[in-house]
């Protein structure tokens, strides 16, 4: 069984920092595939950035170079360091591990950036 908490989140200002933190249990966290993923009203849920179990990551066009995406296998950690924060960026941040065709989620964190 897979459980997911996320935590860090809040209310900053624009150009402000936020480090998004994410609890993982289960055995299959070190072998799944992790990502970011937010989701702002009337929109759809959409990644935000994704790190393979080898390390690899990947981001969305609109976080590149003021995001990053980390694991800690040993702790069964996944984080979410924001840099440079814009209102955009305002949204419920959600935790999910990807394996074998599933995805399981977290309940979220939300993240409100003030202009």
């Known amino acids: 069984q897979v459980q997911l908490v996320e935590s860090g989140g809040g209310l900053v200002q624009a150009g402000e920092s936020l480090r998004l933190s994410c609890a993982a249990s289960?055995?299959?966290?070190?072998?799944?595939?992790m990502g970011w993923y937010r989701q702002s009203p009337g929109k759809e849920r959409a990644l935000v950035a994704l790190?393979?179990?080898?390390?690899?990551?990947n981001y969305a066009d609109s976080v590149k170079g003021r995001f990053t995406i980390s694991r800690d296998n040993a702790k069964s950690m996944v984080y979410l360091q924001m840099n440079s924060l814009k209102p955009e960026d305002t949204a419920v941040y959600y935790c999910?591990?990807?394996?074998?065709?599933?995805?399981?989620w977290g309940k979220g964190t939300l993240v409100t950036v003030s202009s």
């Open positions: 999910g591990l990807s394996y074998a065709g599933n995805i399981y």
């Open positions: 289960g055995t299959i966290f070190r072998i799944g595939s």
């Open positions: 790190i393979v179990s080898d390390g690899r990551t």
